[in-house]
C-alpha cells in the first residue's frame, strides 16, 4: 500500500507542475501521434556498452572515469525521477546486465516504483539480453543464451517480452540475427545503425533504409521481420540536440527575462532536422534517437529539452513531435501499410568509409576468441550435467559462468575491440565461472561415476581434475608417472546426441603405459614424442599465467580412441604396464630432407596427404574411399598494417579495421627438415615454418578431414610494422569468385568476390572488402568438389582468389584505428618483466568432399568442434 | 495544505529508503560532533561564479557550454530532491543572482518545498550576496548595495539572515570586507582561501589560518570576527574527493559483489586527509569543503559518495565525519574556547606562487572600472530621486541598474578578469539599467521642478536629457546652436549631504553664450577650446559605440561655476548672447616651447604650478594659502608584460597577474610645445606626451587641488611586447618606504615596501609584489607634508621609490595568466572592421598638505569624485 501511496504521490507531482500557475513554465508534452503531420518520435535512449574502454563494473559504478566518463548507475538512478515528473516521458532501457546490477541494488519500494512505469510503458525493455552481442564473431548459441538470461529476468521481475531488436552499435549485422534472435525471438522489429557506408547512400535516395528484413532463405517469409537502419547512427539528428549535462548543443532559451531567447532558432533546427530525416524516410513517421554512449548520467537535463522541443516545435506545427519508443515507432510504420522492400542475406561486411572495413576483428584478439568458444561449449556441456545432478543455488552451478559468457558476447567484448584492460576482465570472468562449473562438473561426474556403482549422489568421493589448458600441453593430471601403481581414470563425456568415436590426447611421463576401456580391455594407443613448440608454449605459458614452472616435462602425448554415447561418458584407465611388449605403441619419428626429391605420403586411413619436398607443401589430397583427389597447397602470408597517420584522410590498420598495405609470402625456412610421426592412430607432419609459425598437419586413421595445429607468434614487429598473419589452403577448383562463409555458426551465406547484392560496389579495398566473419567454417565448390575448412574460434576470411580458402589467423598492431579504443592491438604476455607478443595456438580442419556431399561434415563435425569430448580425470579409484 | 502533504512524502520518501532491509544499502549519516574525535565537517557547496568565462545568464540556462560546461539551473534542480532524499544532508547556497533566476522559475510548490530545506536547515544560505563580490577594486557602497539586495530577498522570502561570510574565491580580502561586511553585517565568521602563499604556509606551521580578525583600528574590538583561511583552497582536499558526473576520482565502491571492492582504501584515503588538515588546524574541528567552481550539476552525486563516506568512515572510528554547515563549525570552533590570534589590516597582495602576484587585475579593463564607479555614483544619485518622486514598480526605476551594478561587482566582473564577451554582457546590463534610470531620473527631475511651480507630479511636461558620454565630449543636448532664441536648461542635482560649489563643463557649438542662474543673474563663465585630442575621442568613439557620426562638432567647452544645496538641485541657463561684450570669457591660448629655458606657472588660486620647458614637467606645487611648496616632477613609465611561455615555470603578465619584464620611462616628444589656456574659472596646461598619450594639468581657481586628465592609449603593440602604463608623481618627501592606500574607498591602510606585517617576506617582485589596490585614493607623507592622489576608478598603485607615488592606468597584454580565463587582455574597439586598441579617459587628482591636514579634502573630496554632480538638460522652458 506504501507503494502505491509512493507512486500516486511521484505522479501527483507531475500533475501539481504541470498544472501550476505563475510564472513557473508548464510544457504540454501530451502529444500523440497526429495522422496528417509529419511525425517525430523522439526515442531516449541510453547505449550502455557492456565493457569497452572500461569494464563492465567500472561502468556501473563510475569508476575508472578518467579513462571515459560513464556511470550506468547514475544512468538509471536519475532516469526514475525523470519519468515520474511527466507521465508523458518514455524511455527505453537495453543491456541487462546494467539493469541487474542496478535492480539488485535497489530498495523493494523503488522496485515497486519502476514496475509501474514498466507497467506503464513510460520505461521499456528493448533487445533485453544481458548485452548488446556482437553479430559477426558470436555463436548463434551464445547469442541466444544471452538473450535467454535478459529475457528471462525480465519475464521473472516485470511479466513481459521485449518487442524489438535494437542492435544500434554492432559492426555490421548478421541473417540470423535478423531470423533466429530477431523473427524467432518474436521480435515486431529490428533496429540498427551500421551498414556500409555506400549502401547506406544508395538506401537514403532510395527511401530503404526500412525494409522487410528475410534472414533466412530455409524459413523464408516466417523468417521475415520489419528492419531499420538508422540514416547516420544512433545519436540524436545533426543540429545540435545532445542534451547531457555540459554537452555544447545550444539548451531552449524560453525565459524571456534572460538574455539569449533561442526559441524560434531552436523550433526551425528541430524541423529542419526533422525535414531532412523525413525526406529520406517512407511513412509520415521518423525516429530521432536521443542518446548515445552513456548518456542520461542525468536524465533531467534531456527532458527538460525535450519538453521544450515537444512544446515549442507543436506550437509552431510544422512537425509534430512526441515522446516515443520503437515500439510505438513500429506500430505506426505497421499501421501505414506501406510497402517495404525486402533484404535479404546480411549486412557484412560493414565500412563506415572509404578503406574503413571493419573486417579486422573478426581476428582482434584470436586467444580471447578461443577461450569464449571454449567456454560456450563446455557452458554447454556443465549445464547438461548440472541437469543430470540437481541444480543448487548454494553449492557451485553455472550462473557464473553463463553471466561472463553473455557478458563476453557483447560487441566489444568477443570482438577484440575492448582495451587490454578489459580483455583480461572478461577473461577473468570466464575463469572464474570456469573454476565454478569445474566444480560443479567434477561433482557431478563423481556423482555420475559413483550412483552407477551405488554410492549415492548426496556425497560423493571421486575428485576429478580437469585439464583447462590441455592446449598448451599443461595437464597435471595425466603428468602423474603411475609409478605407485595407481591408475588414473579418464572420464570422457560426450554433450552431444550422438554416439562418438574420437581420439583423446593427453600429455603424460613415462612411456610404458597401457590403456584400458572401463571392462577391463586393453585399447589400442600410440604415443607421439611431445615437440619442442609444445613444450617452449607449455613452459612460457604456465609460467606467465599460472606464476609457477612445472617440475617435470611430459614426454609424451597419449592418444586412443575412445567411444562415448550421446550425453553420456565412458571410462578409461590409464595404468603402467607391468608386462613388457604390452606398451601403447610409440610413433615411429623420422625427417623429411629438402633437399631430397622424393615425396612424402601420410594417413593411415581413407584420406592420404603427400608432401612433396621441393615446395615444403602438402601438394595431393586423395580419398580413396570416394577418389576425391585434389592438388592442395597451404601456405602462409602476412598483410603489413597501413599506417596513415600522416595521410590526408588518415585510416590506420587496427583492432576494428583491417586495412592491409601489401601482402607478403611467408616462405618455409629450407634447411629445417619436416618431421613425420606415424603411428597406428595418428599421423602427423611437424612443419617450422619459420621462427614464430610451427604447424602440425594430423591425420587420424578413422577421420576423412585433415587437422592442422598451427601455432603462430610471437609476430616479430621490430621493423615497426604491425602484421596480420593469414593461411591461405589453395587448390584448383574453378569457384568463379563464389565461396560461402557461416552466419554465427549456423547457415551458410553465398559471397561473391567484390560483390554487393544491394548495391554497385566500389572497390576501394580489394581483400579487406571481401573478409568475412567464420564462425562454423568456409567452403568453396566448383562442378565436381568441395573443399570445407572449419574452424575452432571466429576468425576472419576469404576467398580472394579462385580455388583458395584463406583464414586471417592472428593480427598484432603498432597502430589505433581512431574508432575509439585509443590503444594498438599489441597482445603481449609476461614472465615478470619479460614479455613478448602473444602466440597463438588454434586448429582448423579440412575436407574435399565431391560437390553437394560436404554439409553432413560440416554440420556434424562443426558440432564436435563447438562441443569437444569433456575430459575429466581422477586417480587411484579402481574401475 | 497539498504542499504540505508533497513536503511529508519527499520525507517520507527518505524514510522509507533508509528503513528498507534487503540488499538495499542503508547508510547512516545521521552522526553529529563527537567530542572526543578529529570531526571532519563536510560542507557540500557549489562555487558558481556570477559570471566569468560565460555570461551570468549563460551560466544559469547551461548555453555556450563549449566554452565552459556549467549550469547552474541542474545544480538548484538536482539539490533538492537530493536534500529531501535524506535530512542529515545539508547544502549551503550562496549567490543569490542565481539563486533568484532559479527562485523566479519555479512553481509555488517547488517555493515551498525549498522553504521547508531551509527552515530545517539543510539548505542554509550562506554569504548571501547577489555575487561573491572582489574586494580589491570594489566600493563599499557598491558591496554594501549588493549584498543588501541579495539578503533582502533571503529576509523576504525565507525570513532569514545569513550567519556566515564566503568570500573564498576573491584574490585577496580587504579589512573592509572584514568589519564592514563581515561584523557589521552581522555574520559570525568570514571564510575564504586565496592568501598569500608565503603567509599561508607560516599559517599552516603555526595553526594560525582561523584568527580573530580585526579589520578596522577606529573601531578595534567591536570589529572583530572569526575569520578562516583553508589551508588550500576550496575545494575537497586531496586524495580524490571530486564526486561530480564524470569525476576521476574514485568512488566508493562497497558493492561486494562486483569487482574493485574499495572501501577500505576510500576510508583510509579520507581519514589520511583529516588528518593531515588536522595538523594545520586548532581545535579538533576542520571542514572539507566539497565542491568547487559550478558543481553538482547532478547534486546526488556528491551526496552518494559523501554518504558512504560518512558511513564508512564512522564504522572505521578513526575520525568523525558529519554533514554540516559553516554555521554548524563556526559554532563549534565557538564552543571550542580556543584561543585564536589576532589578524589586524587585510590580505593584500595575493600572491598564489613565487613571481605571481594577483595585482595586475587592479587596473585590468580600466573602462569597465570606470563605468561601474560612474553608474554607483549615478544609481546613488538615482536613488534619490526615486525616493522624491514615489517608487514605481511599472514605470521607469532604479531595480534593473541595482541588479547590474550588484552582478558586476562579482570577483570576474569589475575585477577584469573575465571573458571579453562577458565584460560585454556586464557593461550592456549596466547600460540597459542606466537608461532605465535615466528615465526615472528625467522625470523625478521634472516633477521635482515643476512642483516648485506648481504644475503636481503627475504628468510631467519638461524633458529632460542627459549626457553619459561626457567623458569623449559628446553631449547631443547642449550641441545646440541655441540660434532660434531658445534657452538651455541645466539641472545640477547633488546626492550628497552638504551643500557644493563646483564647476561644470559642457561642450557648446557657438561662443556667444550667456550664462545665468535661475535667479536669471548672469553668471561667469569660461570657454575652453575642445582639444584635437578630445575631438579625435569624440569621433571614433561615437561611431564605435553609437554607429554613427556626430553632424557637428562642439568647439568649445563652457565652463561655470555652480552652486547647489544638499540633496538639492539648482538650474542654470544658457543662451545665445544678445547684447555684444556679455559672453563667457574665451581663455587665452598660448604655446610654450620646449627649446626656451623659461617657466610657465599657472594657476588662478591659491595652488599654482610651475612648468619648466626643459624637463617637460610641472617641477613646482605652491599654495599660497597655507605655504606649502614641493618639487613635484610628472612621468609616464611602461612595463612590458612578462611573456614567461618558454620558462620552466611558465607564467605571463595577463588579466591578473602583474608581472613586468623591465620599467621604461615614457618620454615627451620634444618637438610638441605645452598649450596653455587661461581664464578666470581654470587653467589648462595640455601635453601631448607621445602619439598615444596626451594629458591635461587643471587648476581651478577655487579648488586647492590639481586635477589630471589622461588620454592613454591605443597601446601600441607592433612589437609584440605588452605593456603597462603607469604615472608616477615623484616628490623630494622622505616617505621612508611608507605609504597609504584605502580599503575599498573606505579606510586608508600603512603600506611598508617589501614588507608584511603577517610574515617575513621573500622579496621575488619588487614591483608587483608592493602593488595595492587603489579605490579612493593614495598617499605619502613625511615629518612636514602628505601628498595625496584621488582617482576617479579602481586601480593599482604603490610608492616603489621614496617620495613618489605611482598609479597604473592602463594595461594591454597579449598573453593569457593561465588563471582560467584563457583571453589575452588585450581590449579593442571598432568603427566596422578598423580595430584599435582601447584608448582609457581619466582623471586623478593630486594635494600636498601640511601633514595631517590631508584627511578632511581625501573624505570630502573623494566622495565628490563618487557622487558627482548630476546633470539633466532641457530645451525651451523658461524659468
Chains 1, 2 share one sequence.
Not at 574452424?791 to 580472394?800: A, E, K, M, N, T
Request: glycine share 6%; charged share 20%; hydrophobic share 35%.
Amino acid at each position: 500500500m506504501k507503494i502505491r501511496v509512493l507512486f500516486t504521490v511521484f505522479l501527483l507531482m507531475g500533475i501539481v507542475i504541470s498544472c501550476a500557475e505563475s510564472k513557473y513554465m508548464v510544457y504540454n508534452t501530451s502529444q500523440g501521434i497526429v495522422p496528417g503531420k509529419l511525425n517525430v518520435h523522439l526515442v531516449a535512449h541510453t547505449h550502455d556498452d557492456v565493457g569497452w574502454l572500461k569494464t563492465v563494473d567500472q561502468y556501473y559504478v563510475g569508476s575508472n572515469n578518467s579513462i571515459q566518463g560513464a556511470c550506468v548507475e547514475n544512468v538509471l538512478d536519475s532516469l526514475i525521477p525523470a519519468l515520474l515528473a511527466d507521465k508523458n516521458r518514455k524511455f527505453i532501457y537495453v543491456e541487462q546486465a546494467f539493469f541487474q546490477r542496478w535492480w539488485r541494488d535497489q530498495s523493494e519500494d523503488m522496485q515497486h516504483v519502476v514496475k509501474q512505469l514498466v507497467s506503464l510503458g513510460q520505461l521499456e525493455f528493448i533487445n533485453g539480453g544481458m548485452c548488446m552481442h556482437d553479430e559477426a564473431v558470436t555463436h548463434y548459441i551464445d547469442m541466444i543464451d544471452q538473450t535467454t538470461l535478459g529475457h528471462r529476468f525480465i519475464k521473472n521481475e516485470f511479466g513481459l517480452t521485449p518487442r524489438i531488436g535494437w542492435q544500434i552499435d554492432p559492426f555490421g549485422h548478421s541473417a540470423v540475427q535478423a531470423y533466429l534472435l530477431g523473427a524467432e525471438v518474436g521480435f515486431d522489429s529490428l533496429f540498427f545503425s551500421r551498414i556500409d557506408y555506400q549502401d547506406r547512400a544508395k538506401r537514403k535516395s532510395e527511401k530503404s533504409l526500412e525494409v522487410i528484413w528475410q534472414g533466412s532463405k530455409s524459413l523464408g517469409q516466417s523468417s521475415q521481420i520489419f528492419a531499420g537502419a538508422f540514416p547516420q547512427n544512433y545519436e540524436p539528428p545533426p543540429g545540435g540536440f545532445y542534451f547531457e549535462v555540459n554537452d555544447p548543443s545550444p539548451v531552449v532559451q524560453d525565459n524571456i527575462n534572460l538574455f539569449d531567447y533561442n526559441v524560434e532558432e531552436r523550433v526551425n533546427d528541430f524541423v529542419a532536422a526533422a525535414l531532412s530525416q523525413a525526406n529520406v524516410t517512407r511513412t509520415n513517421h521518423i525516429m530521432f534517437t536521443m542518446g548515445t554512449d552513456f548518456k542520461y548520467q542525468y536524465a533531467h537535463t534531456w527532458f527538460r529539452q525535450m519538453d521544450k522541443l515537444i512544446h515549442y516545435v507543436n506550437m509552431d506545427g510544422h512537425v509534430n513531435a512526441l515522446y516515443s519508443t520503437p515500439s510505438i515507432y513500429t506500430d505506426a510504420k505497421h499501421a501505414s501499410k506501406e510497402y517495404w522492400p525486402v533484404k535479404t542475406n546480411d549486412f557484412f561486411p560493414y565500412a563506415d568509409r572509404v578503406n574503413a572495413y571493419w573486417t579486422g576483428y573478426f581476428t582482434s584478439r584470436p586467444a580471447l576468441k578461443r577461450y569464449v568458444r571454449m567456454m560456450s561449449g563446455y557452458y554447454l556441456a556443465a549445464r547438461q550435467l548440472e541437469v543430470f545432478k540437481g541444480r543448487s543455488n548454494t553449492g557451485p552451478n553455472t550462473d557464473s559462468l553463463a553471466d561472463a559468457l553473455a557478458i563476453a558476447q557483447h560487441h566489444d567484448a568477443v570482438t577484440g575491440t575492448e582495451k587490454q584492460h578489459v580483455a583480461n576482465d572478461y577473461a577473468k570472468r570466464l575463469s572464474i565461472g570456469y573454476t565454478e562449473a569445474e566444480r560443479l562438473v567434477a561433482t557431478s561426474l563423481a556423482c555420475l561415476m559413483e550412483s552407477t556403482s551405488h554410492t549415492g549422489c548426496q556425497i560423493t568421493t571421486t575428485k576429478f581434475q580437469q585439464c583447462p589448458l590441455l592446449n598448451i600441453s599443461y595437464c597435471p593430471a595425466s603428468e602423474n608417472d603411475l609409478s605407485h601403481g595407481e591408475n588414473l581414470i579418464v572420464v570422457v563425456y560426450n554433450s552431444l546426441g550422438w554416439k562418438r568415436v574420437d581420439v583423446v590426447r593427453i600429455p603424460i611421463i613415462k612411456e610404458d603405459i597401457i590403456v584400458r576401456d572401463s571392462e577391463g580391455r586393453e585399447i589400442e594407443s600410440q604415443l607421439l614424442p611431445l615437440a619442442d613448440a609444445h613444450v617452449d608454449l607449455r613452459n612460457y605459458y604456465v609460467q606467465a599465467y599460472l606464476g609457477r614452472t612445472p617440475k617435470e616435462t611430459p614426454n609424451y602425448w597419449l592418444a586412443f580412441p575412445v567411444s562415448v554415447p550421446p550425453l553420456g561418458f565412458s571410462t578409461y584407465s590409464i595404468s603402467r604396464a607391468k608386462r613388457a611388449g604390452a606398451f601403447s605403441t610409440k610413433s615411429s619419428v623420422h625427417t623429411f630432407q629438402g633437399i631430397d626429391k622424393s615425396t612424402l605420403q601420410v594417413g593411415q586411413g581413407n584420406v592420404k596427404l603427400t608432401f612433396s619436398a621441393d615446395k615444403w607443401k602438402c601438394t595431393n589430397y586423395v580419398n580413396d574411399r570416394n577418389a576425391v583427389k585434389e592438388l592442395v597447397e597451404q601456405s602462409f602470408s602476412f598483410y603489413a598494417g597501413y599506417n596513415g597517420t600522416s595521410d590526408k584522410n588518415p585510416q590506420n590498420a587496427g583492432a576494428y579495421i583491417f586495412r592491409p598495405n601489401g601482402t607478403f609470402s611467408i616462405k618455409p625456412q629450407e634447411q629445417v627438415p619436416l618431421t613425420v610421426m606415424r603411428g597406428p592412430i595418428v599421423d602427423e607432419v611437424h612443419q617450422r615454418i619459420n621462427q614464430w609459425i610451427y604447424q602440425i598437419t594430423r591425420l587420424y586413421r578413422d577421420r576423412e578431414h585433415v587437422e592442422v595445429e598451427f601455432v603462430v607468434g610471437p609476430i616479430p614487429i621490430d621493423d615497426g610494422i604491425g602484421k596480420e598473419i593469414a593461411t591461405q589452403i589453395t587448390t584448383k577448383l574453378a569457384t568463379n569468385k563464389t565461396f560461402f562463409t557461416d552466419s554465427n555458426g549456423r547457415d551458410f551465406i553465398r559471397r561473391i568476390l567484390d560483390y554487393r547484392r544491394d548495391w554497385n560496389l566500389e572497390v576501394n579495398q580489394p581483400v579487406a572488402g571481401n573478409y568475412y566473419p567464420i564462425n562454423l567454417g568456409i567452403y568453396i565448390q566448383d562442378d565436381q568438389k568441395e573443399l570445407s575448412v572449419l574452424v575452432d574460434r571466429p576468425l576472419g576470411g576469404s576467398s580472394i582468389v579462385d580455388g583458395q580458402i584463406e583464414l586471417m589467423l592472428h593480427r598484432r598492431l603498432l597502430l589505433d584505428d581512431s574508432r575509439g579504443v585509443a590503444e594498438a592491438l599489441n597482445e603481449t604476455d609476461c614472465v615478470l618483466d619479460d614479455c613478448k607478443g602473444l602466440t597463438i595456438q588454434g586448429k582448423y580442419y579440412f575436407r574435399i568432399d565431391p560437390v553437394g556431399e560436404g554439409a553432413k561434415w560440416r554440420r556434424t563435425f562443426g558440432q564436435e568442434i563447438y562441443s569437444p569430448l569433456l575430459l575429466a580425470f581422477s586417480e587411484g579409484v579402481r574401475l
